[in-house]
């Protein structure tokens, strides 16, 4: 029998250091990588985006990399592109609303404000432009435009590494995921179950919300559009793609997301024409019946099962997306859900174990995961 301080001795001459070099190898990673980690995590976004079609691909005939290559090409790129256009295309369309916009609203709304005293003229807008103009503090236009092309030549090759690292972890993930099982993991099937569900997880919440939520946003502004085409005159849905991006946007909030949207515009339609033209309220009942039934219908009934899945309760993805941004900054939409995915599958799976040891069954574990998910 060997003496303990033996056995330390042993451990601490054969992996001690070892371990102290695999930890100093990871203060150097971290210290290294920690201005990139918006960039990874967007890599690991594209990668759950990819995984799905590059798969199909694979099970076609195609090689491994060309399926990665193909999907991020003609799939992701043009996905990502889209989300930009319709982010950019909202930002314009916000930049360019004038002030006249809102004195409609609020003259249909508020009959008793007083308009006037906004400062919708150009004599009273024109000073503050001058004033911003001939701020000496301002930088020059040319400075402002070198910065500008500096960050946009920053961003779009940072952009092309996330891309590769996208293709890298899609083409090689099964050659990956056999090292993780059979050099780091082991035999260790507490280990396996948990790292496949919140594979499961992140898989439905990267790939599945985001398309439903795009989804959502471009159903909502075809189904607006051709609502305005048979829109009484002077009751048109107003802003249509903002609208139909914060409709998306909303369908994270459980039970009530887009009801609120579609209230909202009700209202609106219903106040013009009540002040306008009393026979044209049969406008705003279609809108709501369209909307309301039909559309959250199909919704329901189809596009989110069908895209998202049901692993885990609305209100947690909710507060993951929303959290996530002020929290950790622009990326935080992506490490917000990727946390929570972490979180809750170690609640739903290994937390009891912990607690209850051998007394918590698979039983047991299915009846608390499926409570977690009808609440």
Sequence with gaps: MIPNGDVDAEWLRSRGWWWAFAFALAIVLIAALRNYLGWIVFGIFLYYVARPISRRLHQRGFSSGTSAAVTLVLVVLPFVGVLFAIMSLAIIQIATLEMTDFDVVLERLFPTVDTDELPTTDAELYPFAE??????????????????????????????????????????????????????????????????????????????????????????????????????????????????????????????????????????????AIRTDTTALWFPVAFYVVMGVFFDGVVRTYVRPTLSGRMFPMGLVLFAYILGPPIFGWYGIFLGPFIMVVTVVFVQHQLPRLLHGDQHSPRTSECSEHDLKDQ
């Design 131 to 272: 004033d911003l103009a001939t701020d000496p503090r301002l930088a020059t236009v040319v400075q402002w435009l070198s910065g500008l092309v500096d960050r946009f030549l920053t961003a779009s090759y940072l952009l092309f590494v996330t891309f590769l690292f996208a293709f890298f972890l899609v083409r090689d993930e099964r050659r990956i995921r056999r090292w993780l099982r059979t050099k780091i993991i082991g035999e260790k099937p507490n280990v396996t179950t948990y790292l496949r569900r919140v594979d499961e997880g992140l898989q439905s919440v990267f790939f599945g919300y985001t398309l439903t939520i795009l989804a959502i946003v471009l159903l909502a502004g075809v189904v607006y559009t051709g609502l305005n085409m048979i829109a009484p005159t002077g009751l048109e849905i107003p802003q249509v793609l903002l609208l139909a991006i914060v409709t998306g946007l909303a369908s994270v909030i459980p039970l009530v997301g887009r009801n609120i949207v579609y209230a909202s515009i009700v209202g609106y339609l219903a106040l013009t």
